[in-house]
């Protein structure tokens, strides 16, 4: 090989290991940056988890704990790594929506009329308005405006169906329910685990999917999961 090739090759060589190592480091830098959006949107869903808490303050912490029975239950059933991700997301904020009720109505210690549980109803619509123009990897937007479907068409907003509703949403509904039941209101005290569980059982497949129900029974019956 000639002195003047051999350079040439040689040159070569130090310019592909300078684009790798410039390429690595543009990785590395993306990575990092995806891992700071990563915290603060997080920190800005845990912002408005409290948000929604302050004004409802007989729920504090419904959120967070239907989104660790969903979890569980999505564990259950395989769903996937991106599914589980958008669902837990969904799940913390899934009742932001009602920021937009006055707290008087939130905290009422006694049952809504119809004009008063109609507003509470618009909930589901306020937090998809409020998370449609995020750009979250999965459709938590979705989540949340679905998660009071039932799979008889005789939920809100839309009166969806079936595979029409999300399976995300799907479990979120059944969490929401289990979480609900058993936890205090201003209205009523905790009605229990067993109350919940009969509930599941009786609607399994009429209000709430059937695989869904299956995987919160084998949770609480067989596994000793417990609402903390």
Known sequence: ISPIREGDQIQGIMGINVDITKRKQAEAELEHSLEKLQINLEETIQALELTVEMRDVTTAGHQRRV????????????LSEEQFNGLRMAAIIHDVGKINVPAAILNKPCGLNEVESALVKTHVQIGYNIFKKIAFPQPVAQIV??????????????????????????????ADVVEAMCSHRA??????????????????????????????????????????
């Open 145 to 174: 405006l679905q998660h009071h479907e039932r799979m008889d068409g005789s939920g809100y907003p839309a009166g969806l169906s079936g595979k029409d509703i999300l399976i995300e949403a799907r479990i979120l509904g059944v």
């Open 67 to 78: 989104a660790e029975l969903a979890g569980a239950i999505a564990e259950e059933m395989c």
């Open 187 to 228: 209205y009523r005290p905790a009605l229990g685990i067993d109350k919940a569980l009969d509930e599941l059982s009786q609607n399994k497949g009429v209000l709430y999917d059937a695989n869904v129900v299956d995987s919160t029974l084998k949770l609480f019956l067989e596994k000793g999961f417990q609402i903390k």
